[in-house]
Structures are given as structure tokens and as C-alpha cells.
């Protein structure tokens, strides 16, 4: 099997390589064990898988085409309208407090997360109903 060692494949093994490295370090020398370094480490490792499989592949499957591109820019900014439209929707409940279930008790972060899944959720099915359509 032949690998690829252009400058790419190499700096994205290497910062995969740093991500499992920096995830033992954090894991040996922090007494309360930290989910942090077991998350570096399993993005390390899925880096590592990701850039080791690209690099067997040559260069040119690789390029995209135009309707691909085009597919991935239009379902892109659909996701990015539906994302405006749910937070403008939950502003406005939130403002006008026509939802209990809005409280001040839910954390910013619980609901950035939230939109953000649902966000990229709404993008998969986006680019599937493209691909699908032919537009």
C-alpha cells in the first residue's frame, strides 16, 4: 500500500498524532481524571484513521465536482436560514414568555449546543434531499 506525503496528509497526521499525545499527557499528570484527555485521545485516533485512509487514496479522486460543491453551498445556506429561523423563534418565546419551557434556568450553553446539533442535522438532510433531487 502506497502512502501519500504531501504536506496536507502529513500536518493532518501530525496534529492527530499531537491530539493523542497532549490527551496521555493530560490523562498521566491530572489527578482527577479528565474526560478531556480521553477526548483528545478518541479525536486523535479518528483523526488519525481519517488521514491514514486519505492518504492511501490518490490525489485525484479527491477533487470534487461542481454539482457537489454546488449541493454542499445550497444546503449550507438553507441550514443556515433554518438556524436564523429557530433562534429568532426562541428569542421572540423567550421575550413574549408564551413558553414555560424556556426558563432562565436552562444554561446558554445547553441551548447553543442544542441549536448546533440541530443545525447540522438540518445540513445532512439538506444535502441528502439535494443529492437526491439533482439540483
Not at 441550514?79 to 429557530?86: G, P, T, W
Request: net charge positive; proline share 3%; aromatic share 10%.
Amino acid at each position: 500500500m502506497k502512502f501519500r506525503k504531501d504536506k496536507d496528509i502529513t500536518k493532518f497526521i501530525g496534529i492527530s498524532l499531537c491530539a493523542i499525545l497532549a490527551g496521555i499527557i493530560i490523562i498521566l499528570f491530572i489527578e482527577p481524571v479528565s474526560v478531556f484527555g480521553f477526548i483528545l485521545i478518541l479525536g486523535g485516533l479518528i483523526g488519525l484513521i481519517i488521514g491514514l485512509s486519505v492518504a492511501t487514496k490518490p490525489k485525484c479522486d479527491l477533487i470534487e465536482d461542481e454539482r457537489s460543491v454546488r449541493v454542499r453551498e445550497k444546503a449550507g445556506y438553507s441550514a443556515f436560514i433554518a438556524m436564523l429561523l429557530i433562534a429568532t423563534m426562541i428569542v421572540l418565546l423567550r421575550m413574549l414568555k408564551l413558553s414555560p419551557s424556556l426558563t432562565p434556568s436552562i444554561e446558554l450553553t445547553d441551548g447553543v449546543r442544542n441549536i448546533w446539533i440541530l443545525v447540522v442535522w438540518i445540513f445532512i438532510t439538506f444535502r441528502w434531499y439535494y443529492n437526491k433531487t439533482g439540483e
